[in-house]
């Protein structure tokens, strides 16, 4: 099953914006609001930043939002910060013959 | 604290069948999703598959479909991940994780701390 596309890596400096971007179709992205984003860092467990497209669990920073356009979705970091160097991944709902969830290849953030 | 408990690492020979397990603790276990994601070493996530235990409602992904089994033992409140025949490609680490809601299918907010499965010979 192919993934949703992510770029391979994004950087930015401290106290810049960045924003990921999560393309599929409209049998994933773009046909459901069942979008998440995951944070993880080397040698830990993902955390998830946000789902549901734009929602944030309790205790994740604002500096985290999420948003979705047509079959894209997006993840934008505000005010950069070096702990925000990570792997982020986005997942979605997906409908073909049967229904279950997607991963995006994964993004490479570094913090210059 | 809700809580997601996983072996560390198993070791094991290809064609041998193993079973890893997640206890849950702080939470009803039968209201929510539980999920396995597999990430091959330096690779991306995966997602495997899911159960609800309350029903049981199992779904796998097309990819897994055939090649894993996913099961709830509601009374001790675990989730297990079972292979019939591993292969040196299955080493890994898989976690479990808990879905936040009941139709946020990935949105997985609790995190086991991951089995590392290595098949070696």
């Known amino acids: 099953q192919s993934a949703l596309t992510q770029p391979a890596s994004v950087s930015g400096s401290p106290g810049q914006s960045i924003t990921i971007s999560c393309t599929g179709t409209?049998?994933?992205?773009?046909?459901?609001?069942?979008v998440s984003w995951f944070q993880q860092h080397p040698g830990k467990a993902p955390k998830l930043i946000i789902y549901d497209v734009f929602n944030r669990p309790s205790g994740v920073s604002n500096r985290f939002s999420g948003s979705k356009s047509g079959t894209t979705a997006s993840l934008t970091i505000s005010g950069l910060q070096a702990e925000d160097e990570a792997d982020y991944y986005c997942s979605s709902f997906r409908t073909s013959r049967t229904s279950y969830v997607i991963f995006g290849g994964g993004t490479k953030l570094t913090v210059l | 604290e809700v809580q997601l408990v996983q072996p560390g690492a198993e070791v094991i020979k290809p064609g041998e069948s193993l079973k890893i397990s997640c206890k849950a603790s702080g939470y009803n276990f039968t209201k929510h999703w539980i999920t396995w994601v597999r990430q091959m070493p330096g690779k991306g996530l995966e997602w495997m598959g899911m159960i609800y235990p309350g029903d049981p409602d199992i779904r796998y992904s097309p990819s897994f479909q055939g090649q894993v089994t996913i099961s709830a033992d509601k009374s001790i409140n675990t989730a297990y991940l079972q292979w019939s025949s591993l292969k040196a490609s299955d080493t890994a680490i898989y976690y479990c994780a808990r879905v936040i809601r009941v139709l946020s299918w990935g949105a997985m907010d609790v995190w086991g701390q991951g089995t590392t499965v290595t098949v070696s010979s």
């Open positions: 409209s049998s994933d992205v773009g046909g459901y609001n069942y």
